[in-house]
């Protein structure tokens, strides 16, 4: 069976038409004769919504109870056994009810899509698992329900549904898309311009490089090779010359004078690996391009045009930048250089060759040095190569073998080859050499003579010479090779270290400076980094140690056995031993991954100080909104209530005088109440409260709490089985008292707040439980923030700390409180408790100090 096919409607936030355009697209396909039921689509109560539902077949949903509550979720099994051509599902990053088959609707989409059964559905960009983090830090809001990135990316069709951000605000104000009674609270908080803005930005840019990868599968399907300029593309061709950094600025210009453009910066390197470009500035070079936006890549080809314009036409590159030819003039009759050939064979590709500094001074990149061979071999190759042949003479002239020329020379030349094998070259040359002259000497007519009588012994000899020579080298090239690759691979090792290190987000300074230490085996590492220079050290500059590893690290890079200069402020000193040069090409990624976390540190210390600077500036803001009204109204009335007793104009009645006494004493109430509350949030915000933990039962905490309300507003419900809790009783009591005042408050005149205790293990739970308007899954978390009144509360009737005082109290005494919803309606506080051990209970990591 063919697998059905994926169509996303995606959108940047709620109401900009996603249902209405899947609606659309629905009865289009009804109206060409195609079978299309809707499998799940949420109206929201929105009027036009439900007009396009109208003359659609709509599969029943499923019931499913969970604690007290009866969940209704799509039910795939009725749609597979409908087995329609089309299903409408709406939501797909939405959280099944628990008791479900799948966890997630989009697993639903996935088996209708394996039964055939094309699936139209909808989704918000927040709602991509790759964008959450972004999200967040846009919004402010955690996005629970994520959808993975792959699963979208596999859709067969994906069309965006844009909308301006003042547009979609006009809809929400207009009430298209929530309830009038929360239109101000979104259009303040979620619904922002700026919020909208950066959406909207998200959505088009994943959008766009979706379209990007159909068109890049489609150029490959269908072996385009040309040019398409879509969107531009600049490729940067870099040596490992100091001019690469001319280079990436300039492209960086050009890339700058049209949106979307993209960098890609390119070194092209030998198979062999043999010959490369400066690490260094390599290194330096991608760390620039990276921080320009553009990417790095590294090709492996020999003949470097052809390898660049094959990279620059994979990639649908509509710009290459070259810099100036650094070869010198006579070198040009070598060929015409790369620049030149570029330029030749590019095709429709735009070549750019940028002047600078080092043009026509010549490459000056350093050679590649093959591995250096041990010293033992070393001494075994010469001795192999000068002891050997003599050793061959004595044996052959006294043994009288009577052996040709021919096999004589067999026999040298096996020695020369296993000079080379253990020694390297020059034991190898030697050893031809002497060989050859052994031979004329002792084996070639006249004997004794380097007179040879014969020509073809001296073409013998001349060959015997060449061919030793020519395998000589072979072999020890092939041994430095091998040498090399093992190097090589080890660096490749540590290298892919570092850049795992980078994509599993490891970022500790510590644990790379000990990286290096072990890689290196060094005595101490230590990463330094200049201060300013003052009058007091005369001008020279001094180094703070940012970090190290190991004993003794030394305190200046000259001080260093090994010092590498990571830019004009940081220098990675080690200590233990000298290292060689090939080594340094490793210590200088390494130093160049040790500047990148020590940016990441202090850029999340930075980050981690700005949160709380700006929580601060945001409650000292809200704190003078509560002075400024809360606080004043109270003091309003009682002013107006005392300056009415002491006027002398009007004679009060007692009964008047009493009412103005208790409208001071309800005054001089809910200043007390505000002024406490303001108080203890100060002290949780600054750590100060320290609980007095003693194990106390809870039904002589919970009914001190119930004073503040009336009477009969409140139900208990705490069993005399229930065990001992360890807590704080003052501060459990003015937690408990705030949250039963605010569900008295926002429960029905006619209807108890329930207050109730249950055992749970080693908890102890006790539920608040209001039939009040409740509090949506998304807002639940947000009640709890200090100064926030939810909905339309109006003000005068606290600061909205009360909550948050209560949440804090519950973890200072190591509990937790959270919010529920209400079977049937509203909303259920729950206080997590600790039950009492059998022992006292107390906590070894606080004092026994009072809790106030």
């Known amino acids: 069976m063919a697998r059905g096919t994926l169509r996303i409607y995606l959108g940047a936030a709620p109401g900009v038409g996603k249902t209405y355009a899947m609606l659309s697209e629905a009865h289009r396909s009804a109206e060409r004769g195609k079978d299309v039921v809707v499998g799940y689509v949420e109206n929201h109560r929105r009027p036009r919504t439900e007009v396009m539902l109208s003359g659609l077949e709509t599969v029943d949903r499923k019931e499913l109870a969970y604690r007290g509550t009866v969940f209704h979720e799509m039910d795939a099994d009725a749609i597979l056994a409908r ?16 008791g479900s088959r799948n966890a997630k609707r989009w697993q639903d989409v996935e088996e209708l899509l394996r039964a055939g059964i094309d699936v139209i559905s909808n989704l918000n960009i927040q709602h991509l698992e790759s964008l959450a983090d972004v999200v967040e830090s846009i919004t402010g809001v955690r996005q629970r329900e994520t959808v993975p990135d792959e699963v979208v990316r596999k859709a067969d069709q994906i069309e965006l549904v844009d909308m301006s951000p ?14 009038s009674d929360k239109v101000d609270a979104a259009l ?12 909207r930005e998200l959505a088009l840019l994943w959008t766009a490089d979706r379209a990007d990868e159909y068109l890049q599968q ?45 960098i890609l910066a390119v070194h092209i390197v030998r198979s062999d690996g043999l010959a490369s470009g400066s690490t260094k500035e390599l290194t330096g070079q991608r760390t620039l391009v990276e921080s320009l936006g553009g990417t790095y890549h590294q090709v ?12 620059a036409r994979g990639a649908n590159a509509t710009q290459i930048v070259l810099g100036t030819s650094r070869r010198k003039t006579w070198q040009y009759a070598l060929g015409p250089g790369v620049g030149t050939t570029v330029a030749r064979d590019s095709g429709d590709i735009d070549v750019h060759i940028v002047t600078h500094e080092q043009a026509a001074k010549g490459r000056g990149l350093p050679a590649a040095r093959g591995a250096r061979l041990g010293r033992s071999r070393v001494i075994a190759g010469w001795l192999t190569g000068v002891a050997a042949p003599l050793l061959l003479v004595l044996l052959l002239t006294h043994a009288h073998a009577g052996m040709s020329l021919a096999t004589e020379m067999l026999l040298f030349l096996t020695l020369t080859v296993a000079a080379a094998l253990v020694g390297g070259l020059l034991p190898a040359l030697v050893s031809a050499v002497g060989g050859s002259l052994l031979l004329n000497w002792y084996f070639t007519p006249p004997r004794h003579s380097f007179t040879v009588a014969q020509p073809e012994n001296i073409i013998a000899i001349v060959i015997f010479v060449l061919v030793g020579a020519a395998v000589a080298s072979v072999v020890d090239l092939a041994a430095r090779r091998t040498q090399l690759a093992a190097r090589l691979r080890a660096e490749a090792e540590i290298l892919s ?50 970090a190290s590893v190991g004993d003794n ?7 260093a056995d090994v010092e590498v200069s990571v830019n004009d402020r940081l220098a990675l000193a080690l200590s233990g031993r000298v290292l060689p040069a090939s080594d340094r090409r490793v210590l200088s990624a390494f130093a160049a991954q040790a500047a990148v976390a020590l940016d990441r540190e202090r850029l999340a210390d930075e980050a981690g100080r700005a949160r709380e600077l700006a929580e601060g500036n945001r409650i000292r803001t809200a704190l003078l909104a509560a002075v400024s009204h809360d606080l004043r109204t109270p003091l309003a009335g009682i002013k107006a209530s005392v300056s009415s007793l002491r006027s002398d104009d009007v004679a009060w009645s007692p009964q008047d005088e009493a009412e103005l006494l208790a409208g001071i004493e309800d005054g001089a109430d809910r200043l007390d109440h505000l002024v406490g509350n303001l108080l203890d949030m100060s002290r949780l915000q600054t750590g100060t409260v320290v609980p007095l933990i003693r194990e106390v039962d809870l039904d002589e905490v919970v009914p001190m709490a119930l004073g503040g309300v009336p009477e009969q507003s409140v139900a208990l419900d705490i069993p005399e089985t229930l065990p001992m809790v360890a807590v704080d009783p003052g501060l459990l009591e003015r937690g408990v008292a705030n949250v039963v005042e605010n569900a008295v408050k926002y429960s029905p005149g006619d209807t108890k707040v329930l207050v109730a205790a249950s055992a749970l293990g080693e908890r102890v739970e006790l539920r608040v439980v209001d039939r009040g308007p409740g509090v949506p899954e998304e807002a639940k978390e947000h009640i709890f923030e200090p100064f926030q009144r939810y909905g339309d509360a109006p003000r005068g009737n606290g600061v909205g700390l009360g909550l948050a005082v209560a949440r804090g ?22 206080f997590t408790l600790r039950a009492a051990s059998r022992g006292p209970a107390s906590r070894p990591d606080l004092p026994a100090t009072a809790a106030t």
């Not at 797909?92 to 628990?98: E, I, K, M, Q, Y």
């Open 83 to 98: 087995a329609p051509e089309i299903a409408l599902v709406d939501e797909l990053a939405h959280t099944n009810a628990p």
């Open 166 to 179: 003042q547009a979609l605000r006009r809809r929400m104000a207009h009430g298209n898309i929530y309830a």
């Open 188 to 199: 303040s908080n979620y619904f922002r311009p700026g919020n909208l803005t950066a959406l």
């Open 218 to 262: 489609y150029r490959a399907d269908h072996r385009i090779s040309a040019t398409w300029q879509a969107r531009e593309r600049i490729v940067v061709g870099l040596t490992g010359g100091p001019e690469g950094r001319t280079l990436i600025r300039r492209a960086a210009r050009m890339a700058a004078k049209g949106s979307g453009s993209e």
């Open 300 to 311: 492996i080809g020999d003949d470097v045009p052809d390898a660049l314009l094959d990279f």
């Open 497 to 546: 270290y570092l850049a795992g290190s980078v994509l599993r987000g490891e970022s500790s300074l510590r644990a790379l400076l000990d990286r290096v230490r072990e890689s290196f085996a060094m005595d101490a590492v230590v990463l330094l980094e200049r201060a300013d220079r003052d009058d007091e050290t005369g001008g020279r500059d001094t180094w703070r140690c940012v």
């Open 553 to 559: 690290p030394c305190v200046r890079p000259e001080d």
């Open 809 to 830: 109290f519950a973890e200072a005494m190591g509990g937790t409180l959270l919010a529920e919803d209400t079977p049937g309606g509203g909303l259920t506080m729950v």
